[in-house]
């Protein structure tokens, strides 16, 4: 039995694919939710339209996890800590695979790590990559990164959280692949700004280029492998989040650059993660000009005209 903490998106979407390979439990905070969801086998508050199959438990009630068990954590990132500190007992005897994507705004610390603070000595791994929910809950091919440091709990995890049209690949590389994640939606909302702004197509790719490198960087400085940023869980996330307007993180960017509001109840991780990584650079002494720019554009320290004059008037440099 795979237990799935937080009854969102993306824990239900998880929740329906799982379900192909045998029962799991759904978990969610609050018990009106549950009522709902048990009524009408569908999670009409974070994705409507999709059938809940008969093997998903749905509770409000988390029973301790047992030694081994695999439990996913899909509550947003923001919200991983204080999860932690109200069900850690219950948790923490089980596999834990975090499957949020961020940076703590207090410690810019990503999921994995944060785990590992709250419980420490258990084995901790994340799900990462790049997939919208309704996409896997309505069984479209999806290929994601299973990144845990102990490789032999991480290739079972692999087996266990592999469906037919869910294909994990796996690394040891923790913080490799929570950065890859946590920095891509930073960069998507800087790619909505551009759309919503009207700059262009050719604007975009170049800001996804130069997001990428400044990624590239950040993952050198805390020794995370370059090819898990190449890989699913940094390009591949990057490609699809930067470039769909299924995104919220885009939808979050495109009405920034367009000087509309924005509903505040839609989670968009890039937004506390873009202030995180500003601090994190500046801990390590790296340079990230792009990702300053859009933090100043969320926190409306710049309009997107003197964002674009900040970043095109910078020296000219090699490649
Ligand atoms: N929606 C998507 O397509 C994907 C989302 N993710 C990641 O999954 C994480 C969760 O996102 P979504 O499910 O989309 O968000 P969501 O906004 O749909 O749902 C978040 C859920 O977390 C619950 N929650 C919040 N705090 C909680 C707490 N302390 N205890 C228990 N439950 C709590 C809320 O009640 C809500 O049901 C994010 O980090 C996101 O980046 C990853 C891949 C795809
Ligand atoms: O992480 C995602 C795609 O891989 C989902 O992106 P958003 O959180 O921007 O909707």
């Given at each position: 039995?795979?237990?799935?903490?937080?009854?969102?998106?993306?824990?239900?979407?998880?929740?329906?694919s799982?379900?192909?390979?045998?029962?799991?439990?759904?978990?969610?905070?609050d018990?009106?939710?549950?009522?709902?969801?048990?009524?009408?086998?569908?999670?009409?508050?974070?994705?409507?339209?999709?059938?809940?199959?008969?093997?998903?438990?749905?509770?409000?009630?988390?029973?301790?996890?047992?030694?081994?068990?695999?439990?996913?954590?899909?509550?947003?990132?923001?919200?991983?800590?204080?999860?932690l500190?109200?069900?850690?007992?219950?948790?923490?005897?089980?596999?834990?695979?975090?499957?949020?994507?961020?940076?703590?705004?207090?410690?810019?610390?990503?999921?994995?790590?944060?785990?590992?603070?709250?419980?420490?000595?258990?084995?901790?791994?994340?799900?990462?990559?790049?997939?919208?929910?309704?996409?896997?809950?309505?069984?479209?091919?999806?290929?994601?990164?299973?990144?845990?440091?102990?490789?032999?709990?991480?290739?079972?995890?692999?087996?266990?959280?592999?469906?037919?049209?869910?294909?994990?690949?796996?690394?040891?590389?923790?913080?490799?692949?929570?950065?890859?994640?946590?920095?891509?939606n930073?960069?998507?909302?800087?790619?909505?700004?551009?759309?919503?702004?009207?700059?262009?197509?050719?604007?975009?790719?170049?800001?996804?280029?130069?997001?990428?490198?400044?990624?590239?960087?950040?993952?050198?400085?805390?020794?995370?492998?370059?090819?898990?940023?190449?890989?699913?869980?940094?390009?591949?996330?990057?490609?699809l989040?930067?470039?769909?307007?299924?995104?919220?993180?885009?939808?979050?960017?495109?009405?920034?650059?367009?000087?509309?509001?924005?509903?505040?109840?839609?989670?968009?991780?890039?937004?506390?993660?873009?202030?995180?990584v500003?601090?994190?650079a500046?801990?390590?002494?790296?340079?990230?000009?792009?990702?300053?720019?859009?933090?100043?554009?969320?926190?409306?320290?710049?309009?997107?005209?003197?964002?674009?004059?900040?970043?095109?008037s910078?020296?000219?440099?090699?490649?």
């Amino acid at each position: 039995m795979i237990t799935i903490f937080g009854a969102g998106a993306f824990g239900t979407a998880l929740a329906i694919s799982l379900s192909r390979n045998g029962p799991v439990t759904l978990l969610a905070r609050d018990p009106d939710h549950v009522a709902e969801m048990r009524a009408t086998r569908q999670n009409a508050r974070r994705l409507p339209g999709v059938e809940l199959p008969d093997n998903i438990a749905i509770s409000a009630e988390l029973e301790p996890v047992s030694k081994g068990q695999i439990a996913l954590l899909s509550v947003p990132m923001q919200r991983l800590r204080g999860a932690l500190e109200t069900h850690g007992d219950a948790l923490s005897q089980g596999h834990l695979v975090a499957c949020c994507k961020g940076m703590e705004l207090a410690t810019g610390l990503g999921p994995t790590r944060i785990i590992d603070e709250m419980l420490p000595g258990t084995t901790t791994a994340i799900l990462t990559g790049p997939s919208f929910a309704a996409d896997i809950a309505r069984g479209l091919p999806t290929a994601l990164t299973l990144a845990c440091t102990d490789d032999k709990v991480g290739e079972a995890l692999q087996s266990a959280l592999s469906t037919a049209n869910l294909r994990l690949y796996r690394t040891t590389d923790t913080s490799g692949a929570e950065l890859g994640g946590a920095l891509k939606n930073v960069m998507a909302i800087g790619t909505g700004v551009v759309m919503g702004a009207g700059l262009g197509e050719s604007a975009r790719a170049a800001l996804m280029t130069r997001g990428f490198a400044e990624m590239s960087r950040m993952a050198a400085a805390v020794g995370a492998r370059p090819e898990t940023l190449s890989g699913l869980s940094g390009f591949g996330d990057l490609v699809l989040t930067c470039t769909s307007e299924q995104s919220r993180n885009t939808r979050f960017g495109v009405s920034l650059g367009r000087n509309e509001r924005f509903d505040p109840n839609v989670t968009v991780e890039g937004a506390a993660t873009a202030r995180a990584v500003v601090a994190r650079a500046a801990d390590l002494g790296i340079d990230m000009p792009v990702t300053r720019a859009i933090t100043a554009l969320i926190n409306g320290e710049l309009q997107v005209e003197q964002a674009m004059d900040m970043l095109l008037s910078r020296p000219l440099k090699e490649e």
